[in-house]
């Protein structure tokens, strides 16, 4: 039986389900928030003592219905909400909606074109509970005092303004692609490299984020955006095998055994890159940019041998379509390859609003190690280490740290 940390997380993660189903079959996210954690709250108090039932997300799911039974129940005001409750009770039938899976079914209805796209997904990437406040702010760059507010802010607006919890008609669905997709990229980011905690991957995340992909590009496949976003994870999570070592250490890519990377992952994400950009020849995809990046890695036979010209120019294409200081800061990495530590540390030292962004500072410190420069890269190194990173990260740059010449 998984024990402390392990069993935490099961029940976490079958806690996400159960709340996306109850999302569904009641259309109050407040009331399937409420049973999810007491049946999770049950889950944690009894496993422990009478073991993990056989079949874990139909325990918390029968305990959650019962708690959203109560619940309706002792709050009825009007006639009708006592017949409402029985019939929740006995509902077992999935609605004829487009979206038939339940947690992108909740996606989806939590990108309301209403909200602002950072509100958007934000409450997505909350209310589905694979995410914490802290871990949804640091995904989008923002305090987390600041992401608190900005959740308290969307529930009561959809509060005021009565926008039902429910998925619009397939119609509609592509004015909420963007939302989808984000929240979909942040939690396969999340992870990806998990900002915090003992582990560097969290497979559970990037299997979720693959899988919601996947029935995204299965249910828009015309769309380069879900073309883009799965190729892009698919080529990413390829290289899983390979990014830590038997003592569960970080390898950094230049390090990495490309014999362990999956090559069937790798020639399905390629084959998608091309359908992607084939759709968007004037003005790409965002998402297909990023994944023809990640093909140059995917497809050069070493490190030495991956070009580096093509990878800067789809960054200058991506910085077209989305500038920003962390597009900013990977270009950089990739002139540091071509062009050498100075160039790529005059690119960094331009980039402003990155102070707080642990990776801006690591990337400074890597790149004044290279440039003979010990002092400032020890400093650069020891404040990405206090800004928060997971504990094989942090062990990373420590190693590194240790490195520097006396």
Not at 20 to 34: C, F, N, P, Q, Y
Not at 339 to 346: R, T
Not at 352 to 377: F, I, K, M, N, V
């Amino acid at each position: 039986m998984p024990t402390g940390d392990a069993l935490a997380r099961l029940i976490r993660e079958e806690g996400t389900r159960v709340l996306a189903t109850l999302a569904r079959v009641t259309g109050s996210i407040d009331l399937a928030e409420d049973a999810a954690q007491d049946a999770v709250v049950r889950a944690l108090e009894t496993w422990p003592r009478d073991g993990v039932p056989d079949n874990p997300r139909a325990w918390l799911l029968v305990t959650a219905r019962r708690r959203a039974v109560d619940i309706i129940r002792r709050e009825a005001r009007r006639a009708g909400k006592e017949a409402e409750a029985t019939m929740f009770a006995g509902a077992e039938s999935d609605p004829p909606e487009v979206v038939r899976d339940d947690l992108l079914r909740l996606v989806f209805t939590c990108c309301h074109p209403a909200l602002s796209l950072e509100a958007q997904v934000a409450l997505a990437l909350r209310t589905l509970g694979g995410l914490s406040t802290a871990e949804v702010a640091r995904g989008l760059l923002v305090p987390e005092a600041t992401m608190a507010k900005r959740l308290t802010r969307a529930k009561q607006k959809i509060a005021q303004a009565g926008i039902p919890y429910r998925v619009p008609p397939a119609d509609q669905l592509p004015a909420r692609l963007t939302g989808v997709a984000t929240t979909i990229y942040l939690i396969f980011n999340e992870g990806y490299a998990a900002g915090a905690g003992a582990d560097l991957v969290r497979v559970a995340l990037t299997a979720e984020a693959v899988r919601l992909a996947r029935l995204l590009a299965e249910l828009m496949p015309d769309e380069p955006t879900a073309l883009g976003l799965l190729a892009l994870l698919l080529l990413h999570d390829a290289r899983r095998g390979a990014r830590l070592d038997g003592s569960g250490a970080q390898v950094l890519l230049a390090d990495q055994d490309r014999a362990r990377w999956d090559q069937e992952a790798i020639k399905e994400g390629v084959e998608l890159v091309g359908r992607a950009l084939r759709r968007t020849p004037d003005r790409p995809d965002g998402y297909a940019v990023q994944a023809a990046i990640a093909a140059c890695h995917a497809l050069a036979p070493s490190y030495a041998e991956t070009n580096w010209d093509a990878v800067i120019s789809w960054y200058d294409v991506l910085l077209a379509l989305r500038d920003n200081p962390v597009v900013r800061l990977n270009r950089a990495v990739a002139v540091a390859e071509r062009d050498g530590a100075p160039a790529a540390l005059a690119l960094v030292d331009g980039i402003g609003g990155l102070d707080s962004y642990p990776w801006w500072h690591a990337t400074r410190a890597e790149l004044l190690h290279r440039d003979g420069q010990p002092d400032a890269a020890k400093a650069a190194y020891e404040r990405a280490i206090a800004l928060g990173l997971s504990e094989p990260q942090v062990a990373h740059l420590r190693r590194r740290l240790a490195d520097l010449p006396r």
